[in-house]
């Protein structure tokens, strides 16, 4: 979105129509015009639901953004997700010294999650990728961390050579033989990742100090999520997704990080609090739940390296400073971009200086990044298509039937939705921010973590269950059908057959669904697939 566009939907009142069901519908809440409507199309409740279906359903502002004036706010904030970072270049400057991507719509094409790649390439856009590297006991290489950064700004040099990263995709044969019991046959894919020699920058350290032989080291794929209705899930009661997991776990095994499978009761840290929280906020985001409210975003920080008030740093381990210090290609060139680093006169020891700096410049506005949040806590869920059709009733009748409603729980309601944040920019009650109380949601999800043993699974094979709702616009808005969370599986199908592995270790927590699933008929199937792409 060029800035004249901006300037236009900033100056244009925002009025906004769309085909869904067969039917017109407006932004304008009127609950007379939707009374033949089941509640379920309502993804988003009245003020999260966007009834906009079209190549950009995942770009639209929630009912809510215009109904509690942020509108401006929000395209402003939208231009900061779409535009690239450059060094020097304002509003969007910093960028470096390592980054993983310029923009976050090199990850996020069309607002959705990463497509499959077939080679690692971060100036494409739509690789969503990161490579996540760990020792043999699947614990993250400190030299690396959480998101191994591909790219650099002169003089410095990225993590890893991309050039240097190689994709593979085997054909993988379940033990079905990847075919359905009335002979329809399906197939599935997964990726191995090889580094190959003088891909790595420096050396593998592992949190101990010592060095992680690459030859050791696991390395893996995640692919970004999707942003869409983000705000709501971030509405939803802590209380009530306790409740789930004192539910689930009565009867399941659930992750030992965050519930004792033994005791039936949460893991709680040494103070007291609970290891399934983050300051008082339950986690529910990212394949690994490691973020527990949207304000706690680090967007910029931990991907381009742009400073701001609260982070004032780089978002890069103090192990690479020492390569870097160490390297006279660094070492010579310093100075010449970084005068300001001259405190010493010695290149190695201002180079330690710079990378573990916590007063560095402020690069990005407060107002910039406010108006950010906006944008990424506004964006709205695509209302669910098809929902007054007989093939859509079935198709969610047999859904609950096989048992995927078990995982994927179909419904919650937010509370207050006060907003919580961890950084205390904002207030509870802060009028800046989107909000959106009271509302029954239908992500589809429980936000507890399932085990699926698949083919070179994820770190840990503990995995967030995925929201449904929106994916099945995904071709629509993004020009792909790939899912799951290295982009594995390229249709619908083929993401729900990847829920009955028996891999090493165990057996997928959802097999007996999937067997289930195998023993409708064909229509039925597809019946499932209908659903699961109209919600």
């Given at each position: 979105m060029n800035i004249i566009k901006i300037l236009a939907i900033v100056a244009m009142p925002l009025a906004f129509t769309a085909c869904n069901d067969d039917q017109t519908l407006d932004l304008d809440i009127d609950s007379n015009k939707y009374s033949n409507y089941p509640e379920d199309y309502f993804t988003g409740g009245e003020l999260g639901t966007v009834h906009q279906i079209s190549s950009s359903s995942f770009e639209q502002p929630a009912p809510a953004v215009e109904q509690q004036g942020l509108s401006q706010a929000f395209t402003l904030g939208e231009y900061f997700f779409e535009r690239p970072f450059t060094e020097n270049e304002k509003p969007f400057t910093g960028l470096g010294p390592l980054y993983i991507r310029r923009s976050c719509m090199h990850c996020h094409i069309g607002y959705g999650h990463g497509k499959r790649q077939l080679k690692y390439d971060s100036n494409t856009i739509g690789n969503g990728y990161i490579l996540m590297i760990t020792d043999e006991n699947d614990i993250v290489v400190q030299s690396f961390g959480w998101v191994a950064m591909g790219q650099a700004t002169a003089p410095f040099k990225p993590q890893f050579?991309?050039?240097?990263?190689?994709?593979?995709?085997?054909?993988?044969?379940?033990?079905?033989?990847?075919?359905?019991?009335?002979?329809?046959?399906?197939?599935?894919?997964?990726?191995?990742?090889?580094?190959?020699?003088?891909?790595?920058?420096?050396?593998?350290?592992?949190?101990?100090g010592n060095e992680v032989p690459l030859s050791k080291a696991k390395v893996r794929l995640e692919s970004s999520i999707g942003f869409i209705g983000s705000g709501l899930i971030d509405a939803i009661p802590d209380e009530d997704i306790l409740d789930q997991y004192r539910s689930e776990g009565k009867h399941a095994t659930l992750n030992p990080q965050f519930w004792d499978n033994t005791a039936k009761d949460f893991v709680k840290n040494a103070d007291g609090t609970l290891a399934v929280e983050n300051g008082g906020i339950v986690y529910k985001f990212d394949y690994a739940l490691d973020r527990a409210s949207v304000m706690s975003d680090a967007s910029f920080w931990e991907v381009q390296n742009v400073t701001r008030d609260d982070f004032r740093s780089h978002y890069i381990p103090k192990e690479y400073w020492q390569f870097a210090a160490a390297d006279p290609d660094v070492?010579?060139?310093?100075?010449?971009?970084?005068?300001?680093?001259?405190?010493?006169?010695?290149?190695?020891?201002?180079?330690?200086?710079?990378?573990?700096?916590?007063?560095?410049?402020?690069?990005?506005?407060?107002?910039?990044?406010?108006?950010?949040?906006?944008?990424?806590?506004?964006?709205?869920?695509?209302?669910?298509?098809?929902?007054?059709?007989?093939?859509?009733?079935?198709?969610?009748?047999?859904?609950?039937?096989?048992?995927?409603?078990?995982?994927?729980?179909?419904?919650?309601?937010?509370?207050?939705?006060?907003i919580r944040d961890p950084y205390g920019r904002f207030s509870a009650e802060d009028k800046r921010m989107v909000r959106y109380p009271k509302q029954k949601i239908w992500p589809y999800s429980d936000f507890v973590q399932h085990r699926l043993f698949m083919k070179n699974d994820l770190r840990t094979g503990w995995c967030k269950t995925a929201p449904l709702w929106g994916r099945g616009l995904q071709n629509l808005c993004a020009g792909h059908s790939d899912r799951l969370h290295d982009c594995r599986a390229r249709n619908t199908l083929e993401a729900i057959m990847w829920h009955g592995c028996i891999g090493e270790g165990g057996q997928s927590d959802a097999l007996w669904a999937i067997k289930n699933f195998r023993n409708l008929t064909k229509e039925q199937r597809q019946l499932v697939i209908k659903f699961v792409d109209s919600i």
């Amino acid at each position: 979105m060029n800035i004249i566009k901006i300037l236009a939907i900033v100056a244009m009142p925002l009025a906004f129509t769309a085909c869904n069901d067969d039917q017109t519908l407006d932004l304008d809440i009127d609950s007379n015009k939707y009374s033949n409507y089941p509640e379920d199309y309502f993804t988003g409740g009245e003020l999260g639901t966007v009834h906009q279906i079209s190549s950009s359903s995942f770009e639209q502002p929630a009912p809510a953004v215009e109904q509690q004036g942020l509108s401006q706010a929000f395209t402003l904030g939208e231009y900061f997700f779409e535009r690239p970072f450059t060094e020097n270049e304002k509003p969007f400057t910093g960028l470096g010294p390592l980054y993983i991507r310029r923009s976050c719509m090199h990850c996020h094409i069309g607002y959705g999650h990463g497509k499959r790649q077939l080679k690692y390439d971060s100036n494409t856009i739509g690789n969503g990728y990161i490579l996540m590297i760990t020792d043999e006991n699947d614990i993250v290489v400190q030299s690396f961390g959480w998101v191994a950064m591909g790219q650099a700004t002169a003089p410095f040099k990225p993590q890893f050579d991309e050039k240097k990263v190689d994709i593979a995709w085997n054909e993988y044969t379940d033990q079905w033989g990847n075919q359905f019991p009335d002979g329809e046959k399906y197939s599935l894919i997964y990726p191995e990742v090889t580094l190959k020699p003088g891909c790595i920058y420096g050396k593998l350290i592992d949190k101990w100090g010592n060095e992680v032989p690459l030859s050791k080291a696991k390395v893996r794929l995640e692919s970004s999520i999707g942003f869409i209705g983000s705000g709501l899930i971030d509405a939803i009661p802590d209380e009530d997704i306790l409740d789930q997991y004192r539910s689930e776990g009565k009867h399941a095994t659930l992750n030992p990080q965050f519930w004792d499978n033994t005791a039936k009761d949460f893991v709680k840290n040494a103070d007291g609090t609970l290891a399934v929280e983050n300051g008082g906020i339950v986690y529910k985001f990212d394949y690994a739940l490691d973020r527990a409210s949207v304000m706690s975003d680090a967007s910029f920080w931990e991907v381009q390296n742009v400073t701001r008030d609260d982070f004032r740093s780089h978002y890069i381990p103090k192990e690479y400073w020492q390569f870097a210090a160490a390297d006279p290609d660094v070492t010579s060139k310093f100075y010449q971009y970084y005068p300001q680093w001259n405190k010493t006169g010695d290149p190695a020891k201002d180079i330690i200086a710079f990378g573990n700096a916590t007063d560095l410049p402020v690069e990005m506005k407060e107002s910039d990044y406010v108006n950010y949040m906006v944008w990424h806590r506004g964006v709205g869920i695509p209302a669910a298509r098809n929902t007054l059709t007989d093939d859509f009733k079935k198709g969610k009748e047999l859904f609950t039937q096989i048992g995927c409603a078990s995982c994927h729980r179909p419904s919650w309601t937010t509370g207050e939705d006060k907003i919580r944040d961890p950084y205390g920019r904002f207030s509870a009650e802060d009028k800046r921010m989107v909000r959106y109380p009271k509302q029954k949601i239908w992500p589809y999800s429980d936000f507890v973590q399932h085990r699926l043993f698949m083919k070179n699974d994820l770190r840990t094979g503990w995995c967030k269950t995925a929201p449904l709702w929106g994916r099945g616009l995904q071709n629509l808005c993004a020009g792909h059908s790939d899912r799951l969370h290295d982009c594995r599986a390229r249709n619908t199908l083929e993401a729900i057959m990847w829920h009955g592995c028996i891999g090493e270790g165990g057996q997928s927590d959802a097999l007996w669904a999937i067997k289930n699933f195998r023993n409708l008929t064909k229509e039925q199937r597809q019946l499932v697939i209908k659903f699961v792409d109209s919600i």
